[in-house]
Structure formats: structure tokens, C-alpha cells
């Protein structure tokens, strides 16, 4: 491991991206945790996540994110041609059927409807994760997955695809080879899920 705490980089974004967010002025306040610390002690303890889009001939295709900010790991995503709430939670939902969220986590969004939706507050208290949201007009906020968006969207090698089954298949093979292949500097030259394996295997070794 590269020292005691995992960094996600704040990247600059190589291609302007369409902006999803809308914001709900009808929801409650949630605090911003995170306070632009983007850090972690362990694997699945502050997680970040927003929603990109994909442009195919039969219509946009959406993408819901699960960042992990110590292991810089994809740990939850999902595909689908619309926007809802509904794409939000599965994916945070498929993270933690994966046991991939630690206790007393937070999951860092922007102020867009879909994270502030009843759907979504709900379930994230019944998994007892705890909500964080960026302050307004805060650009930096966001700069984890701006970062990563720019990066799939860079390197998946196509612009738009014939057809929206193409193009989530590519994006999520795209994603199985960055969590399993690609290496980062900042995590001593392992892959994200390399670097969570090995904290795992570090917190379950006897004292």
C-alpha cells in the first residue's frame, strides 16, 4: 500500500459534460460531509456518485456511479435509458449487495432531484448510509467524478453508439477493466480492486 490513506485525484475534465442536475428545491436539507475532503481511512467509508449520459442512436443512455475515494474503485453502477431516482439507487443498491459499503458511510451527491427524491433518502437511511451534498454552484464538489466521467469518456473510444445495448456493453466492460487493470500512482501502482483487497485483507489480519 502507498501510505495510510487513499486519494482520489481531482482530474480536469477533457470534455464538457451535459448537465443532469436539476436541482429540488422541495427537499430538506442534507449537510455537506465530505467538506471537500476527498480522502478516506478505509475502503467503503466515503463514497461519491452522479449521473452521466451517453449519446447512441436510439436515444441517450444513463450512467449512475458509486465512487469509493480510498480505492478510487467503481464499487456500484447501472445503465438504463432514463434518469429517474430508480438508476441512483441501484446503484448504491448494488454496492452494498456486494458488501462493498462500510458502516457509518456517507454517500456524497450533488443537489439534483434524483438524490434528493424520497426513493432515494429512504433507502439510503435503510442501508444506514448517511447523506452528503454538495454546497451550490460548488464545482469542486464534484471533481472525483467529473474526473472519472471524463476519463471513461476519453478512453471508451466511441462517441456515439448505434444503439443503446452497444453502448452498456462497452461501458461496462470499460468499467471491469478499470477497477481490475487499471494502476494509479497515488495507490502505489495497484488497481482499485487491488487496493481494496489488500485493505481487506489488512483489517481482517489478527492483532
Known amino acids: ?28 436539507v ?47 453502477f447501472a445503465v438504463a435509458p432514463h434518469m429517474w431516482a430508480s438508476l441512483a439507487l441501484e446503484a448504491i443498491s448494488t454496492a452494498h449487495r456486494a458488501g462493498l459499503v462500510a458502516g457509518n458511510a456517507m454517500m456524497h451527491t450533488d443537489r439534483g432531484s434524483q438524490y434528493h427524491s424520497k426513493l432515494y433518502r429512504n433507502a439510503l437511511r435503510r442501508l444506514e448510509i448517511r447523506h452528503s451534498t454538495s454546497r451550490t454552484g460548488s464545482c469542486l464538489d464534484g471533481a472525483a467524478t467529473e474526473s472519472f466521467f471524463a476519463t471513461i469518456k476519453a478512453e471508451i473510444g466511441v462517441s456515439s453508439w448505434p444503439d443503446r445495448a452497444g453502448a452498456g456493453r462497452d461501458i461496462e466492460n470499460w468499467i471491469r ?12 501502482y495497484l ?10 485483507e489488512r483489517i481482517a489480519m489478527p492483532a
Open 1 to 28: 500500500m502507498h501510505g495510510e490513506v487513499c486519494h482520489a485525484d481531482a482530474g480536469i475534465t477533457r470534455r464538457k459534460r451535459r448537465n443532469l442536475t436539476k436541482p429540488d428545491r422541495a427537499a430538506g
Open 177 to 188: 477493466s478499470y477497477n481490475e487493470r487499471r494502476l494509479a500512482s497515488a495507490l502505489g
Open 191 to 200: 488497481t482499485p480492486s487491488e487496493t481494496r483487497r489488500a485493505w481487506q
Open 30 to 76: 442534507v449537510p455537506d460531509l465530505i467538506r471537500r475532503e476527498f480522502s478516506a481511512p478505509l475502503p467503503g467509508l466515503k463514497l461519491v456518485g452522479d449521473i452521466s449520459c451517453f449519446p447512441t442512436g436510439g436515444g441517450w443512455v444513463y450512467l449512475a456511479t458509486v465512487l469509493d475515494l480510498c480505492s478510487e474503485e467503481l464499487i456500484g
